[in-house]
């Protein structure tokens, strides 16, 4: 195992004291100095101190600092920085905390497969990544098949590969999730979204049912304190993930009790007994509630049959004229997504889908590279978002939500100034 400090040193996830030391005291000198810029800053956490620059102490300063790195208080912030360091000396003196049984770490994907290790933890790591959010997921037998069928006709494809691919990665999921009894810990990683937590309540449901189930923890955070938007666990330095390690809980009866609950609610034809789950609190597993409302945003809506996503794209290309799609996906997840979930191919995959409409609501041009296609709004398109039409009523090809299709009028809706589910 290797570790960089130097990458370690220029991760917007890892502050360094003194650089934020130094930075305060540039911005209590810019605030004296009047500066506009270092003015809207303070304006923006502390209306009072922009009013009156000359009571703006370094105390003050360093106040802001640490708010601008989503940390109540400076003293929060050297607390914070403190850990990290006692994390990232954990890791130099090559100390395994997960070595005391043996373990299996499970992520929805493998962005922190080798920071883990990075980060000393020498568990095994299964990648259970298959996109629950998008597409069937019913109660039949078949389910599996059913997904291996949309995931490869959905994304597979365009990354070069076929069903053949697919299926092998799916299945192989499936069947490590059969053996986690032959480990003494199962450790659990996840975010906020709804990709991550639709897929937490899978796991959740079949770890339930485990015979022999082996103790299971779960590390969840819906933010860390940086520089930048926390989006996802990935973005992680090693001792971050080590610090979040060490602050992991055990799973209790009543998480398991709900990720089932929930999970049966995913893949029925009705939406709304997962909404009555949403709407409820779902307090046992904090971050579900919120993923499964922007996972029910997906329906179509009651004022045009378009989705959340669909609305989105048809606004950015209405707003800003025809751009390469590439671009349209960077300005949804930036600035408009307000829970983003959508990997980049599945961002393709419903632009690709909007355009086989039978009057369609955008326009692709041809190319080889799909980020490289321009793609522009059509007037049907205009139509939909101004409320003159529905999206349902131009022929779109059918899509699922969960065990919900959706494929014409009627279909069940979202209601978003009541926040629910309505029968189209």
């Given at each position: ?128 990544s298959n996109p ?40 192989a999921e499936e ?249 189209g």
């Amino acid at each position: 195992m290797t570790y960089d400090s130097r990458s370690a040193a220029s991760n917007p996830f890892r502050p360094n004291l003194d650089q934020q030391r130094k930075r305060a005291k540039e911005l209590r000198r810019a605030v004296a100095a009047g500066d506009p810029q270092a003015l809207a800053r303070v304006a923006a956490l502390k209306d009072r101190l922009a009013s009156d620059p000359g009571a703006f102490k370094l105390a003050d300063a360093q106040w802001v600092i640490a708010r601008e790195l989503k940390l109540p208080s400076w003293p929060a912030l050297k607390a914070h920085i403190t850990s990290l360091d006692e994390a990232e000396a954990a890791i130099a003196r090559s100390a395994v905390p997960d070595g005391d049984m043996p373990t299996l770490h499970i992520r929805c994907g493998n962005d922190i497969a080798q920071p883990l290790r990075s980060a000393g933890i020498a568990g095994a790591f299964l990648e259970y990544s298959n996109p629950l959010c998008d597409g069937p997921v019913v109660s039949s037998a078949d389910w599996l098949e059913r997904r291996i069928h949309f995931v490869a006709d959905a994304y597979a494809r365009w990354r070069g590969e076929g069903e053949r691919e697919t299926r092998a990665k799916l299945e192989a999921e499936e069947a490590a999730l059969q053996r986690v009894s032959d480990y003494g810990r199962v450790a659990l990683w996840f975010e906020h979204d709804s990709y991550d937590q639709l897929i937490l309540i899978r796991l959740l449901s079949c770890l339930a049912d485990c015979p022999g189930r082996p103790f299971v923890e779960i590390v969840a955070t819906g933010d860390f304190p940086g520089a930048v938007p926390f989006w996802g666990l990935g973005q992680l330095p090693p001792e971050a993930l080590r610090l979040l390690w060490e602050r992991r809980r055990p799973v209790t009866e009543a998480q398991f009790m709900l990720g089932a609950r929930a999970w049966d609610a995913l893949r029925v034809p009705d939406p709304r007994e997962l909404w009555v789950i949403a709407e409820g609190g779902a307090e046992e597993l904090p971050f579900l509630s919120r993923a499964l409302f922007r996972h029910l945003q997906e329906l179509p809506d009651v004022a045009a049959g378009l989705s959340l996503t669909q609305r989105i794209i048809l606004t950015v290309l209405h707003e800003h004229g025809p751009m390469p799609a590439g671009r349209i996906f960077s300005k949804l997840m930036r600035d408009h997504e307000p829970l983003p979930w959508l990997g980049d191919l599945m961002f393709w995959h419903g632009v690709h889908e909007m355009s086989r409409a039978g009057e369609p609501p955008l326009l692709i041009e041809p190319g080889e590279e799909w980020q490289r296609r321009m793609v522009s709004i059509t007037a049907a398109g205009r139509d939909c978002l101004e409320g003159r039409r529905d999206y349902l009523s131009l022929d779109p090809p059918p899509r699922w939500l969960g065990g919900v299709e959706i494929s014409g009028m009627p279909s069940w809706r979202w209601d978003a100034g009541a926040r629910c589910v309505a029968s189209g």
